[in-house]
């Protein structure tokens, strides 16, 4: 039982098209993110939905668009790739509020031609 | 904006050796600051949180410090494997998210 769950793992796509990865987390939380880890290792947050409401937007452009159907659910569609998008996102969840730690998905592997 | 800073350069220790990791963060003093461990084509892995009014914790060969005056987390490995190797990534709180440093390569070697 894979408690974050992300779809695809690997992702490889020509520059211009649209894209989606699912994610889907059987823990019960209130609390979902996206993060993208670049080439260098850094995970920066991207957005963070509570009971499928946005709270964070990390100055993301707007060619991706998260969507959460349910509270298990955040799934994350890139509009327009281009060749930056290259990175591995990573879905994660957490329980509401405060200091609860962040439980990750394996990562999509994104790579743009 | 509050950074969070980690070496970026590899930790090469031999095995059984205590190994010692370093997080620096920038401006105020978050709330608490936690790691993670991330193995190769993983997700990170949480391990231990430590809060501002804590100076130390323990869980098993991990043990994590934070001093508020150096504006500094360590973390360290007591009696290192082969198994610890991995990138070891430092978060700290920054509001409702965490805001995560680049994360040190850890490598024990036997």
């Known amino acids: 039982d894979t408690a974050v769950s992300q779809t695809p793992k690997y992702l490889v796509t020509q520059m211009g098209n649209d894209k989606s990865i699912k994610c889907e987390q059987n823990?019960?939380?209130?609390?979902m993110y996206w993060y993208k880890q670049d080439s260098k290792k850094f995970l920066k947050i991207m957005f963070s939905y509570n009971n499928k409401e946005l709270i964070i937007n990390e100055t993301v452009p707007n060619r991706f668009s998260p969507k959460s159907p349910d509270k298990a659910h955040l799934n994350l569609h890139i509009n327009s790739l281009e060749l930056g998008d290259s990175a591995v996102y990573f879905c994660?969840?957490?329980?509401?509020?405060?200091?609860?730690?962040?439980?990750f998905g394996e990562g999509s592997r994104l790579t743009v031609l | 904006s509050q950074k969070i800073e980690q070496n970026s350069e590899a930790l090469n220790i031999q095995e059984g050796k205590t190994a010692t990791l370093t997080c620096n963060y920038t401006?105020?003093?978050?709330?608490?600051l936690q790691w993670y461990r991330q193995d190769p084509g993983r997700g990170p892995v949480f391990l231990l949180l430590?809060?501002?009014?804590?100076k130390e914790k323990r869980k098993e060969r991990l043990k994590v410090t934070f001093d508020t005056t150096l504006k500094q987390s360590l973390f360290h490995i007591t009696a290192s494997q082969p198994a610890d190797s991995a990138t070891y990534l430092c978060a700290r709180s920054a509001g409702n998210m965490l805001t995560f440093g680049g994360g040190t390569r850890l490598m024990v070697k036997p």
């Open positions: 994660a969840s957490s329980r509401q509020g405060g200091d609860g730690e962040l439980f």
């Open positions: 401006n105020y003093s978050p709330a608490y």
């Open positions: 823990l019960g939380h209130d609390t």
């Open positions: 430590i809060r501002e009014n804590e």
